[in-house]
């Protein structure tokens, strides 16, 4: 495992850990130390795909960044949230597995939150054990989340707090066509 903080700025780039799953790892020293496992930060065209992240306080972020895709991922044991996109927009979260993150507060799985968080695509993830399975807050309108699995969540497999809102001519945002079972709410 590597125990480096990842910062990545520059935009069409393909990050792919090239070995079986669960191989390359990013682990973090502490979540106290250590703030962001990998932090894509005003990208565009952004491929980050097959790593394991955790004890990071974030596993994975895309911050003022669109048309990313985080993809077959795998974060766990993070101290707030496995993967959040922030103010972000147009940008694809499939494939990934997201358990165990602790969730201080609400975050815990995947967490999109942000004004400008409008047309993300929340697909065919997993997430379990963490406080809040998927978590909107605050977000802009047309994120679509559908066809993810989320189980065994502290508090709730869904979360949709203040999000949606279409001040900009959006149309609100789809949760469908999820599995969720055995959460709180």
């Not at 609400?106 to 004004?115: H, L």
């Amino acid at each position: 495992p590597s125990a480096e903080a990842v910062l990545i700025t520059k935009n069409d780039l393909r990050i792919e850990a090239q070995a079986a799953p669960g191989e390359v790892v990013l682990q973090g020293t502490g979540p106290t130390d250590q703030r962001v496992g990998f932090r894509l930060l005003n990208t565009s065209g952004v491929l980050l795909q097959g790593f394991t992240v955790l004890q990071f306080r974030i596993g994975i972020v895309v911050e003022t960044g669109s048309a990313n895709t985080v993809r077959k991922n795998v974060t766990t044991q993070n101290q707030i949230v496995g993967i959040e996109v922030f103010n972000s927009n147009a940008n694809v979260v499939e494939q990934n597995i997201s358990s165990l993150n602790a969730g201080i507060r609400f975050p815990g799985g995947v967490f999109v939150a942000g004004p400008q968080a409008t047309g993300n695509i929340i697909r065919h993830n997993q997430t379990s054990g963490n406080r809040i399975g998927i978590h909107l807050n605050g977000t802009g309108p047309d994120n679509v989340v559908f066809g993810n699995e989320t189980f065994d969540n502290r508090l709730a497999g869904f979360s949709l707090l203040r999000s949606g809102q279409a001040e900009t001519g959006g149309t609100g945002n789809v949760v469908s066509g999820n599995n969720s079972y055995r959460n709180p709410d």
